[in-house]
C-alpha cells in the first residue's frame, strides 16, 4: 500500500469471502480495508468485486447509490 498517515496510524486489509442472500443466494468477494488509529478500529472501506451482482441479491435493479 502507498498511503500514509498520521503518526499511531496504520493499515490492514483483508480478503474476505461471503454469501449474499436475497431473492437468491450469491458467492460474493471483497476486500476491506481497515484503519487503525491507536490501538483502535476507527474506519473500515469495503470494496466489493461485483457491485452488480450484490444489487440484484439484495433486490435491487440499479447501481448502488454513491455518497
Known amino acids: 500500500m502507498d498511503e500514509s498517515g498520521a503518526p499511531g496510524t496504520s493499515h490492514v486489509v483483508a480478503a474476505v469471502s461471503f454469501s449474499w442472500r436475497g431473492a437468491t443466494t450469491i458467492p460474493m468477494r471483497a476486500l476491506e480495508w481497515f484503519t ?27 447501481p ?3 455518497t
Open 36 to 62: 487503525i488509529r491507536h490501538g483502535r478500529v476507527s474506519e473500515i472501506r469495503v470494496f466489493l468485486w461485483d457491485t452488480g451482482a450484490a444489487v440484484s441479491a439484495l433486490g435491487g435493479d440499479g
Open 64 to 66: 448502488p447509490a454513491t
